[in-house]
């Protein structure tokens, strides 16, 4: 008699769940796959191929120009710079949240969870306006910040922190489910090999969660630069100064300089296609690790 193994019986039962995964009739699988695709169609290829059509309607040398425009210029570099403060100081928050929730026990933990949601509750709009309340000229601090010749509101200060505010979730929202489904056995196990806790972090739990923390990373940034509510309270829409990409393209499309406006549009639509390539490598690249690693165990 033979005898079926684990990997046998796992292989098999895998197998199975497939075929009755699959066991719709024809027309069902077909329906949907048309309902997704005439639903991507009309919401996202359609927009991308109206953005870049309208970009080049009236040629590549207009094209260029409009983005070699020196506000455009401005506003690319100020959305790049909001967006190079801003990843790096989410990255060490998320990481930090996620490693305290995710590692240990203490007070308060279900209200840190709750205030990590709090960007996805609030509106960016009221987000750019509490920064208003609390640095602008008649704010609660703003006398302070004359009297120093400190500028907040109006200014990369403020657009960096209306920046941070909305994007912080997104690393941590990545890290803590990761971290929690990890457990603590590793850390532990360092721990009682005498290892402190910084190499605990470097060595072990970086390690493990690198593809979500970069997954987060990716996301953080597309947000940071395609920001527009909170940006735009705290920018004052200074032509040139306080306007980023997002800014930018609205006063040229008010202007009714379409190519101008579709040409800076097209440029974010770049910028999003590329942060979804990378978002597409890296959900391959932790999968096969966890094929890898599930081959291994059995």
Same mark, same amino acid.
């Given at each position: 008699?033979? @005898? ?11 197998? @199975?769940?497939?075929?009755? #995964? ?32 309208? /970009?080049?309607?009236?040629?590549? *040398?207009?094209?260029?120009? #409009? ?7 401005? =506003?690319?570099?100020?959305?790049? +710079? ?11 928050? !998320? ?27 609030? %509106? ?11 640095? $602008? ?6 006398? %302070? ?9 109006? =200014?990369?200060? !403020? ?23 990890? *457990?603590?056995?590793?850390?532990? =196990?360092?721990?009682?090999? !005498?290892?402190? $806790?910084?190499? +605990?972090?470097?060595? +072990? ?23 527009? *509510? ?9 032509? *040139? ?18 190519? /101008?406006?579709?040409?800076? =549009? ?23 690790? #966890? %094929? ?7």
């Amino acid at each position: 008699m033979s @005898v079926i193994t684990t990997s046998q019986y796992t292989s098999y039962h895998n197998k @199975v769940a497939r075929s009755r #995964a699959t066991s719709e009739p024809a027309w069902v699988r077909y329906l949907l796959i048309f309902t997704a695709l005439s639903f991507l169609t009309l919401f996202l290829f359609v927009p991308l191929a109206a953005v870049f059509t309208e /970009a080049l309607r009236k040629g590549f *040398g207009t094209y260029v120009t #409009a983005l070699l425009d020196p506000d455009a210029l401005s =506003a690319i570099k100020l959305t790049f +710079i909001a967006a190079i403060i801003a990843v790096p100081l989410n990255l060490v928050f !998320g990481v930090a949240a996620a490693w305290a929730i995710a590692k240990f026990e203490f007070k308060g933990k279900s209200i840190l969870i709750t205030l990590i949601d709090l960007p996805f509750a609030v %509106s960016p709009v009221i987000a750019g306006l509490i920064y208003v309340l609390i640095f $602008g000229l008649q704010g609660w601090f703003g006398s %302070s910040l004359v009297d120093n010749d400190i500028k907040v509101i109006f =200014a990369l200060p !403020g657009i960096v922190l209306a920046t941070v505010f909305v994007t912080f979730p997104f690393v941590a929202r990545e890290l803590i489910p990761l971290m929690q489904a990890q *457990g603590k056995d590793e850390e532990e =196990a360092g721990l009682v090999l !005498g290892a402190s $806790g910084w190499q +605990i972090l470097w060595r +072990i739990t970086l390690p493990n969660v690198k593809w979500g923390l970069l997954y987060g990373v990716i996301l953080t940034n597309a947000r940071a630069m395609g920001e527009f *509510g909170a940006v735009s309270v705290v920018s004052g829409h200074i032509r *040139g100064m306080t306007n980023t990409l997002p800014l930018h393209v609205e006063i040229l499309y008010n202007e009714y300089n379409y190519a /101008a406006a579709f040409a800076v =549009a097209s440029l974010l639509a770049l910028l999003a296609l590329v942060t979804l390539a990378l978002k597409t490598f890296v959900e391959w690249k932790a999968a096969s690790n #966890a %094929s890898y690693n599930e081959s291994a165990v059995q």
